[in-house]
């Protein structure tokens, strides 16, 4: 792999394939408590714009699952951007540590960490991808579908960060991803351009979220307001209405759908409780799995070689 994980790009198809398969080894090792401590001596410094409990614990957690140690840093320790350069704050954790996850609003700065950095940088989320989760789908995918590609997913939402990051694996692994998405919502076009001109999957925009789901083996959401977003949510509450994932949109699927959410859930808005809490979601097999996957992740990125 290349020195950091901030897009599924940066991966080839064989490191993605090798990235499940890894995550799926330590999820049964950590059943097992055979795990070991392949970081042991290691230590993980986490930058946090954005506060989130599952991305703090499961880095956390993982890394001493791994034997190594993760600390936590909010918006009070590091001023990233705006007391102290991205480029100064890179420098100077990579003396103390041997790896740094970042969690962030602005995609330039994770691209910053990772350019004046000389230990692996791991993006945790920005504003326009978000890597570790679509990972983690795609590990949760190949455990239910006995496959991670050659299936179809139905994604109803925002063309937001968590789109971009399906974009980017359908850059990468052959499937079809249609995207059912109001508009004025479109993702990126260049994520968009890219994806397409890879020739690899199948993609398509729709803007009826029923046809985007006849056929589908995953439907996928999000929340439709994400952080950074608060003062929009009463218009884009009104702009998706239609966009709900509910058992009439279940319906238009193939009969053993599988559905899935990032998380948090807005229950009521983009999903219903029938759906998130019946026998076609995977949405809590979904968030175990982003940590075995972020385990397979720094391990590949901060293991000692030879």
């Known amino acids: 792999m290349n020195k950091d994980f901030l897009a599924i790009t940066d991966c ?11 995550a799926m080894d330590l999820k049964k090792m950590k059943h097992r408590k055979e795990i070991g401590a392949p970081l042991k001596g290691k230590t993980l410094a986490m930058i946090f714009q954005k506060p989130s ?15 190594g ?33 970042a969690r962030l609003f602005e995609h330039q700065l994770i691209v910053d960490l990772a350019k004046f950095a000389t230990v692996p940088v791991v993006n945790g989320l920005t504003d326009f991808n978000h890597p570790c989760q679509v990972m983690g789908d795609l590990m949760t995918i190949e455990e239910h579908l006995g496959r991670s590609t050659d299936f179809q997913i139905t994604y109803i939402g925002d063309g937001n960060n968590m789109v971009h990051s ?35 999957s199948e993609i398509r925009v729709f803007r009826d979220p029923a046809e985007a789901s006849k056929h589908a083996d995953i439907l996928y959401t999000d929340v439709w ?82």
Request: aromatic content about 6%.
């Open 69 to 101: 140690h993760a600390l936590y840093l909010g918006p009070a320790e590091v001023g990233l951007g705006k007391r102290e350069s991205a480029a100064d704050v890179a420098r100077v954790l990579s003396r103390f540590n041997d790896g740094i996850m």
């Open 12 to 22: 080839s198809a064989d490191e993605l394939h090798d990235l499940i398969r890894l």
């Open 225 to 306: 307001a994400s952080m950074g977003q608060e003062s929009e949510a009463n218009k884009r509450k009104k702009d998706f209405e239609g966009y709900q994932v509910n058992d009439t949109i279940v319906q238009c699927a193939k009969p053993g759908v599988k559905v899935m959410h990032c998380l948090p859930a807005h229950r009521g808005d983009e999903i219903t409780d029938s759906v998130m809490d019946g026998s076609h979601a995977i949405v809590f097999d979904e968030a175990e799995n982003r940590m075995h996957m972020q385990n397979a992740i720094l391990i590949r990125l901060m293991a000692d070689k030879g």
């Open 166 to 200: 399906w974009l980017n694996a359908a850059a990468r692994l052959p499937f079809t991803l249609h995207l059912a998405i109001p508009e004025g919502y479109d993702p990126d076009p260049g994520v968009m351009k890219r994806a397409v001109d890879a020739g690899i």
């Open 53 to 67: 409990a599952r991305t703090r614990v499961s880095f956390e957690t993982g890394m001493y699952l791994l034997g």
